[in-house]
Antibody
């Protein structure tokens, strides 16, 4: 069965960076794009970007350009999301989500990783 | 960016009721509209793709419809497990935006 297992909660200071991992299993890792989506406390869902695990190409929402980096490790079937220059507004649960047959919607989700930014 | 506006923002209903949630896009998106269900503390669950394609395992009481700019999600007979927050999401163009959510509560 498809599983996306994310790394644990993080607490960071303003200005720092955070790197969240998402380990995939139960399917061919390189055959499905992966997205990152976040949700601030009590708020809605916000799409951040997408990575092609096969070639490593990425596309990010304009809002995050310059401080968001998505990478992957095909040897461990893991994708990573690194967000820099953190502020309190980045406090959120970060989800990885598998792309549904290249349709830019999300069929399987990780459980989420809470990132708290606080001085 | 394409904006999605859901209505209502919240809704109270009883088990067995029929409810409809609407999602309006700020520009035409053909049928590139998807629906998710989220319960507190959980990741969203994928319900419907391409406006009306029910995902595997989703009860047939859920139905999606619409095209262009106006879409709806109808639950024909509410079950206790259906009380949750529902989000629409457009997959027409990046960034792939979501509606603000509709919280469905038990009356």
């Amino acid at each position: 069965q498809v599983q996306l297992v994310q790394s644990g909660a993080e607490v960071k200071k303003p200005g720092a960076s955070v790197k969240v991992s998402c380990k995939a299993s139960g399917y061919t890792f390189t055959s499905y794009y992966m997205h990152w989506i976040r949700q601030a406390p009590g708020q809605g869902l916000e799409w951040m970007g997408i990575i092609n695990p096969s070639g490593g190409s990425t596309s990010y929402a304009q809002k995050f350009q310059g401080r968001l980096t998505m990478t992957r490790d095909t040897s461990t079937s893991t994708v990573y999301m690194e967000l820099g220059s953190l502020s309190s507004e980045d406090t959120a649960v970060y989800y990885c989500a598998r792309d549904f047959f290249s349709n830019n919607c999300f069929d399987f989700w990780g459980r989420g990783t809470l990132v708290t930014v606080s001085s | 960016d394409i904006q999605l506006t859901q209505s209502p923002s919240s809704l109270s209903a009883s088990v067995g009721d029929r409810v409809t949630i609407t999602c309006r896009a700020s520009q035409t998106i053909s049928i590139y509209l998807n629906w998710y269900q989220q319960k507190p503390g959980r990741a969203p669950k994928f319900l419907i793709s391409a406006a009306s394609s029910l995902q595997s395992g989703v009860p047939s009481t859920f139905r999606g419809s619409g095209s262009g700019t106006d879409f709806s999600l109808t639950i024909s007979s509410l079950q206790p497990a259906d009380f949750a927050t529902y989000y629409c999401q457009q997959s027409y163009s990046s960034p792939y935006t979501f509606g603000q959510g509709t919280k469905l509560e038990i009356k």
